[in-house]
C-alpha cells in the first residue's frame, strides 16, 4: 500500500509535522507550504494520489488552490480532503461544491482521517 503518494499543504509546520509521521508507515508522503508550491510541485508532473489541505495559508490560499486544481483537466480528478480549523458550515459546502471529496475540521481524530481516506481510495478502485 505504501505506494500511494500523498500531498499534504498546511503552513503550519506542526501539523505537517504530524500528518507526515501519522501516515508515512501507510503512504509516501510530500509536503508543502501553501497552494502555490503545491500546485508548482503538480505542474513539475508529480501527480498525488490523494492530496489534504489546509485552507488558511499564506501565497494561495487552500480554497484558490481547490479552485486551480478542479478547473484542471489534468488534476481535478485527484482526491483532495480539506483539513480546516474553519467551524464554518458555509466553508464547507463551498469546499465540497466546489469539489473536495471531504471537509475535516482542526484538531481531527488521526483514525478517522484515515478511515475517510481508505474510503475514498475504495470508491476510487471501484469506479474504475
Known amino acids: ?10 503552513d503550519d509546520q506542526y501539523i505537517r509535522l ?4 501519522l501516515l508515512e508507515r501507510s503512504y509516501d508522503i510530500e509536503v508543502r507550504e501553501n497552494g502555490h508550491e503545491a500546485l508548482l510541485y503538480l505542474q513539475e508532473g508529480n501527480i498525488p ?4 489541505s489546509d ?11 481547490l479552485d486551480n486544481i478542479k478547473q484542471s483537466s489534468f488534476f ?5 480532503i480539506v483539513l480546516s480549523a474553519k467551524e464554518n458550515s458555509l466553508e464547507r ?7 473536495a471529496d471531504d471537509y475535516m475540521m482542526k ?10 481516506m481508505s474510503n475514498i481510495f475504495q470508491r476510487m478502485n471501484l469506479a474504475r
Open 1 to 10: 500500500m505504501k505506494n500511494r503518494k500523498i500531498l499534504i499543504i498546511d
Open 18 to 21: 504530524l500528518l507526515q509521521y
Open 49 to 52: 494520489d490523494m492530496i489534504i
Open 55 to 65: 485552507l488558511d495559508m499564506p501565497v494561495m490560499t487552500g480554497n484558490a488552490f
Open 76 to 80: 481535478n480528478s485527484i482526491p483532495l
Open 93 to 99: 459546502i463551498e469546499c465540497l461544491k466546489k469539489g
Open 107 to 116: 484538531p481531527f481524530n488521526p483514525e478517522e482521517l484515515k478511515i475517510r
